[in-house]
């Protein structure tokens, strides 16, 4: 998806709560031990980073319309 995309997804409630759902999906498979042992492939990590730099430059612009 695209990050233009994953920020109007994100301004809904609806999208919101999708977003953190998959998160937490996420999180629970990796927590699991066989899972953990797996070595984690290159472009996996560089998608990591991507994605949070996406989310961290899109919260300050969200807090500062939230402050007006």
């Known amino acids: 998806m ?3 995309r994953q920020h109007q997804i994100w301004r809904s ?3 919101s709560r999708l ?3 998959g998160l937490i999906a996420a ?3 990796a927590e699991r031990p066989e899972i953990r042992r797996q070595p984690v492939a290159p472009e996996v990590i560089a998608e990591l980073r991507a994605q949070l730099i996406l989310t961290a430059s899109y919260r300050p612009s969200r807090i500062s ?3 007006h």
Do not use: N
């Open 2 to 4: 695209r990050p233009e």
């Open 65 to 67: 319309a939230l402050r």
């Open 19 to 21: 977003w953190l759902s």
């Open 13 to 15: 409630e609806t999208g």
């Open 27 to 29: 999180m629970q498979h």
